[in-house]
């Protein structure tokens, strides 16, 4: 366990539609990172907050939104969905802003768009 | 932006052998994760080592950061050791980059 927790573990959805994906870092770490994991294009990295600002921007689609909130749990609006959305969709926490530092990753939610 | 190239890109091991799996990267790193993905798809953190060699258990690895390159080793391989395992670096301010994977079958 890696101390991150993301809800929910399963999301089936229709095209069209918003989900909303949440995120608890690890106690203690001030940084949350967000990926994408598809078939075509492996893990990617969408976005990076840091003690509630945004770091550091991936490719991550103007469809998607982040935000971190100041009890430092983050959570990433997807809207406007499409079938290619479908993925499995992982949070990771660090203790500090620098991408230097370990990333400890959640157990992931897995998307499936209709 | 850096390249992270795994290899091989799979392995059938027998229960009880050993592996040696290798992550090459294009440019000078700060940061190398090496990750398990297990069959249920959760990814579990292995080593942090941008440079030098640690060990833990069954597991270790190495890391050359001259030569840009890094080894992880299995021994002793078990079933439960199957999935597919992913390296990640990162340069500068760069985010974590990840390789496509060695993807790992052990039988018993």
């Known amino acids: 366990d890696s101390g991150v927790t993301q809800t929910p573990k399963h999301l089936i959805t229709a095209t069209g539609q918003r989900v909303t994906l949440r995120c608890s870092p690890r106690?203690?770490?001030?940084?949350v990172y967000w990926y994408q994991q598809s078939l075509d294009q492996g893990l990617q990295f969408l976005i990076q907050y840091y003690n509630g600002e945004e770091r550091a921007k991936g490719n991550i689609l103007e469809r998607f939104s982040a935000q971190q909130f100041p009890d430092l749990h983050s959570e990433l609006n997807l809207s406007s969905l499409e079938l290619g959305d479908s993925a499995l969709y992982f949070c990771?926490?660090?203790?500090?802003?620098?991408?230097?530092?370990?990333?400890?990753f959640g157990p992931g939610t897995r998307l499936t768009v209709l | 932006g850096i390249q992270v190239e795994q290899s091989p890109p799979d392995l059938i091991l027998q229960e009880g052998a050993n592996s040696t799996l290798r992550c090459n990267f294009s440019?000078?790193?700060?940061?190398l994760q090496w990750f398990h993905q297990n069959p249920w798809g959760q990814l579990i953190n292995l080593f942090y080592i941008p440079s030098g060699t640690k060990q833990n258990g069954r597991l270790s690895a190495t890391t050359v950061a001259t030569e840009r390159y890094s080894l992880l080793y299995i021994s002793s391989s078990q079933t439960t050791d199957s999935g597919v395992y992913f390296c990640a670096v990162n340069s500068g301010n760069t985010p974590l980059v990840f390789g496509k994977g060695t993807r790992l079958s052990v039988i018993a």
């Open positions: 106690s203690g770490d001030l940084s």
């Open positions: 990771a926490s660090s203790v500090s802003g620098q991408t230097l530092n370990e990333q400890f």
């Open positions: 440019d000078s790193v700060n940061n």
